[in-house]
């Protein structure tokens, strides 16, 4: 199975800070890789498909790049809303595998 | 709206079977591939299982391989786990997604897009 290692496991960041995680694959996946953010006690929401593009609704300071083995979630400006935590996932090979998750928490 | 609605979720003893359901509204059902994937307590997510639209079409982890059995009623607008066998470290919240397929650049790729609510499955004696 294709492991997905998410760094850091949490991070403190403000309000308006700009916050990289990263997550890198064991295998090469070229782009299949999306990105998820979850509130507590809530399911989760897509923000990023096929590593780069953004879901449709989410808000435009959320970004993804990379391909291959190295991905990168991208939040230029943090707001209030989006302390949370942060799963990748890829679906380039069965079995479809998460990233452990980063939370993000209010500094 | 677009929505999927899990049920079925309680508590049974270890070696014990359950059923899931996850009913969905507001988009054709039969048209997309649908996906369990499931958080244990504290825990971050795993996906469970896979189904083709139309059902013919089956995957797995390798932890319920044998034990659970996903499936589907196009008629129904229903997604199903079957899960037998359970163990304590089956315990979680499993949620129902649809697999949206978007067609970028000749190629489809997917994401789960929207989840239901969850259901909690708890195997403890």
């Known amino acids: 199975a294709i492991q997905m290692t998410q760094s850091p496991s949490s991070l403190s960041a403000s309000v308006g800070d700009r916050v990289t995680i990263t997550c890198r694959a064991s295998?090469?996946?070229?782009?299949?890789l999306g990105w998820y953010q979850q509130k507590p006690g809530k399911a989760p929401k897509v923000l990023i498909y096929?590593?780069?593009s953004l879901q449709s609704g989410v808000p435009s300071r959320f970004s993804g790049s990379g391909s291959g083995t190295d991905f990168t979630l991208t939040i230029s400006s943090l707001q209030p809303e989006d302390f949370a935590t942060y799963y990748c996932?890829?679906?380039?090979?069965?079995?479809?595998?998460f990233g452990q998750g980063t939370k993000v928490e209010i500094k | 709206e677009v929505q999927l609605v899990e049920s079925g979720g309680d508590l049974v003893q270890p070696g014990g079977s359950l059923r899931l359901s996850c009913a969905a509204s507001?988009?054709?059902?039969?048209?997309?591939?649908m996906t369990w994937v499931r958080q244990a307590p504290g825990s971050g997510l795993e996906w469970v299982a896979n189904?083709?639209?139309?059902?013919?079409?089956?995957y797995y982890v390798d932890s319920v391989k044998g034990r659970f059995t996903i499936s589907r009623d196009n008629a129904k607008n229903s997604l199903y786990l079957q899960m037998n066998s359970l163990r304590a470290e089956d315990t979680a919240v499993y949620y129902c997604t649809r697999i949206l397929a978007v067609r970028k650049s000749g190629i489809y790729f997917d994401s789960f897009d929207p989840w239901g609510q969850g259901t909690l499955v708890t195997v403890s004696s």
């Open positions: 295998q090469d996946i070229r782009n299949e």
């Open positions: 096929a590593a780069s």
């Open positions: 996932l890829q679906d380039n090979n069965y079995p479809w595998t």
């Open positions: 189904i083709r639209d139309d059902g013919t079409d089956k």
């Open positions: 507001g988009f054709t059902f039969r048209s997309h591939w």
